[in-house]
């Protein structure tokens, strides 16, 4: 299975991610973004929420 992963060392924490996949990304309290644990992960949404990254810090992970 595809799994999103979010590179935090690249991460700007611009919030792009969550405002474009909320249903996948998310802001934690400790202002880091989580990847929801999903069985099957929105493939369009989650590719959406790549090409809108500013940092290219998200990536598929088999």
């Known amino acids: 299975m595809k799994k999103p992963v979010v590179d935090m060392a690249a991460c700007t924490l611009c919030g792009g991610c969550f405002e474009v996949c909320p249903e996948v990304f998310s802001e934690n309290e400790f202002g880091h ?26 990536t598929w992970e088999e």
């Open 33 to 58: 973004i989580e990847v929801a644990d999903l069985e099957e992960y929105p493939e369009d949404a989650v590719n959406e929420a790549i090409m809108y990254c500013p940092e290219d810090c998200i």
